[in-house]
């Protein structure tokens, strides 16, 4: 869901550097032919898996008259992969596996294959032209694929050879490293792109700039260190702060002694662990902090807090209001002096929905990073946690009763049969005992429930359907073949989700041709019925009642058109549907009132809940707007508010954190949607006015774009788009992180904070530079001047008090509970031999090195000659950020 993956050209070479190339060339002049074929032994694929070398090279992103004109557009890019071979092979029954995440549109040469097997699993094989590899020998196979090839992380890894019915031999030299001093995943087999015209292009207009340290630092120059703008800040910024000036200040060195006064000790047991973590622990001998009910009524999650320097009061009217309040406290203490000035806070949610969104089922990650991501959602003051875990490439959450959810469907490895797993899938690898691979036991998701309700957030169980469902489909097919052979055909029916008679052809966004539920058989609600009532008694058993389940429906690709069993139903039901083109909303709403009648509100993804007739929903539901605003995004947006549905913003531009954080290509994450998006472009996000957004924003080619915000009808005068109604409003954000190209917790880490500290700034607070919305509609582009200069100077202001903030004080936080954040890169230019550097986050230290020499703290305007390397520090000093050549 939410990937929209692209094609490219690639070119694959072969090498054996054994030998000298003399060596080679004589050894070449024999006739491999008259070989007799040799079978690839167990022992030569075990010493070709330990030694074969690739390399993974993205020759060129233009396209040319070479390019398929009936795929993408007349699209594509070209790349080569070498391989080098250790052994002589002169057999041709072997292949090599390898995830290639863009179709291939065509193949130099006639000695090798590739083919897709199913998604983005495709084999190189010997194709007719093949003679033989001789030790020392060089083979290229180029080819070509859909679209361009942008990143590095577009190379998947874990490739494996097989032969004959060995075992899967896995190639270690397409393993990822881990760098030792960023933490951060390498390529080694990933060539450096080297050439931003011909690589990291697009098309001929884009005019997105390669992020180099020159243009980092031009970005960095408008925000100045001021360790002061800090001081007193606390993220995300409150509704009123007033400082009392000539007050001393509160000192929490000897910790804190909390009267609780009524207040249940558990509810707030989490925000003073954090305290904690900084050496602000509970003791007799600390200062005084009251914990006491709110005079005025607010909305969830308000509070006052007041700090003097004898005593500290938090007032509130519930759990979640209590631990924000601590939870400022936490956020403006200073962990050198333990300190805090005397002031008073009134502190209110701009929405009550203030969510992040994991995806654990295209990679699998572990309960402790869910555990730490809650923890510093509360931290930050969000309270929804949208749980992917189920998609194509795997289940993740323990069924009673559907024991093939996990024990097929968690795990991928070489099973062509997919008895026992699914198939590899986003450079996977062939084996199932891999961190990749895996799945909550009923016991850990009681356990996740538990420890949110405890920080105040609620967890949204999400399973994705009826697209994106591969993983549950070949589960339910597997116990399907397991009944059958036991002549339990009843049983093995019960839960079928898939017509065998169905041959519709379709390829979904991910290329799969098998992913979608059959939504004409009655089995597929039997299905989904146990599967709610399942997930619904773990919820009921950790004492959290399942209220809001989201199930998906979004990226449906077109199945069903050939089912027989869809051909029947169409004939002959009793739910209205005529045609096979109201399959899609059928399920949808009759899920939807599934849930209704168990008491669970139903969310979706905005362009399957679009296909709805909202007569047919229940009038409860929620709507993920992941429509981007660059492409009129706006208009579902409030065409969905305006249902009086529950609109949830979760544009990919802004809020989708598997996106890179600056266009570089060594930058990990897919690309679709923006090809930079980091901190303070999340800050900027005028969430109260999403069309507003064009005055400031540029698409992914890095050009304006216009957001028409007026009504539009059609020739019959029908209404196709207009303003948000003055009734309807937006009920929070959502962040986002897929995990297609995330394989572990730490990138996981690293690709959402400290973003997720700028989407817990814009779904709590509404800053005052936001254009106000325009009710009667209006056109937005960069010169139409809503966003006045005063508004752009108080965004610059903010952003500046913010970036210190992180810099001097919030990061340390995040080192201190062991998150691994994303240390940034470092702007810095030579001028008359002088180095100067900056960072987006002014506070932490840069280094730099010359001529590869010992790494040196950085001083501006320091004397260099020769090549200058910079990289920054992370706040405790340990970690290290992606180094940079100075240009």
Known sequence: MKKRLIVAAVSLVLVTSACSQKDVESTAAKDVQEIS????????????????????????????????????????????????FPVDITSKDWAIYYSQMRPVQSIEGDEFTISRVKGDLHKIEPAIGFKGLLKGETKTIRFRGDNWQLAETDAMPNYYIVANDSEPVLIDSTQVKIDSDTGIELRPYAADFTDAKKQYKRTETDKV??????????????????????????????????????????????GVKLAYNKVNPESVAAALKRLARLGVVESDDGISVSLLPLSLEGVAGSYHLDISSQKITVSANDAAGFSYGLASLTSLVDVETLAVNSMSVQDSPRYNFRGMHIDVARNFHSKQLILDLLDQMAAYKLNKLHLHMADDEGWRLEIEGLEELTDVGSKRC??????????????????????????????????????????QIQVIPSMDMPGHSRAAIKSMEARYRKLLKQGLTAEAEQYLLSDSNDKTIYSSVQYYDDNTLNVCMESTFTFIDKVIDEIAALHKAAGVPLSLYHIGADETAGAWLESP??????????????????????????????????????????????????????????SNIWDIVAHAGHKRAHQQANLGWQAVLSQPEVLYFDFPYEADPKEHGYYWGIRHNNSKHVHSFMTGNLPANAEQWVDIEGLPFEADDTVKRDDQGNLLSGPLAKSAKFSGIQGQLWSETVRSDETAEYLMFPRVLMLAERAW???????????????????????????????????????????????????????????????????????????????????????????????????????????????????????????
């Open 37 to 84: 074929p040799t079978v690839l032994t167990q022992e030569k694929l075990n010493r070709i898996g330990q030694q074969l070398a690739v390399n993974y090279r993205v020759v060129t992103n233009v396209a040319d008259e070479n390019c398929d004109e009936d795929s993408a557009d007349g699209r594509c890019f070209v790349a080569e992969i070498e391989l080098t």
């Open 209 to 254: 700039e390669w992020a180099t340290s020159s243009v980092l630092y031009r970005n960095n120059l408008s925000t100045q260190i001021s360790p002061k703008l800090a001081e007193n800040r606390i993220i995300p910024t409150p509704t009123l702060v007033e400082v009392k000036s000539n007050a001393k200040q509160a000192s929490l060195k000897n």
């Open 414 to 455: 070489h099973d062509l049969s997919e008895d026992s797993c699914l198939l590899p899938q986003l450079g996977s690898g062939p084996f199932s005992d891999v961190k990749v691979n895996g799945y909550y036991s009923k016991a850990d998701y009681i356990e996740i429930l538990q420890y949110a309700d405890k920080r």
């Open 565 to 622: 069993m869809c051909k029947a139903f169409i004939a002959n039901n009793d739910r209205g549907v005529k045609d096979s083109s109201e399959l899609g909303a059928y399920f949808i709403e009759r899920t939807s009132q599934m849930l209704a009648d168990k008491g669970i509100e139903a969310a979706g993804w905005s362009d399957g809940m679009s296909h709805t007739r909202p007569e047919n929903m229940p009038k409860k539901v929620q």
């Open 765 to 887: 607070h509404k800053p005052s530079w936001e254009v106000p919305y325009q009710y009667q509609g209006a056109i937005y582009n960069q010169q139409s001047g809503m966003f006045t200069e005063k508004m752009r100077e108080q965004q610059l202001l903010e952003w500046q008090a913010i970036a210190n903030t992180l810099g001097h004080k919030e990061l340390i936080k995040l080192d201190k509970a062991g998150i691994s954040y994303r240390v940034p890169t470092v702007g810095a230019v030579i001028e008359e031999g002088k180095l100067y550097a900056n960072l987006i986050y002014p506070g932490l230290l840069i280094e730099y090195r010359v001529n590869g020499g010992d790494w040196q703290i950085y001083k501006a305007g320091t004397l260099v000659t020769g090549n200058v390397d910079v990289r920054a520090i992370a706040a405790d000093g340990l970690r290290k950020g992606r180094t940079l050549r100075v240009q």
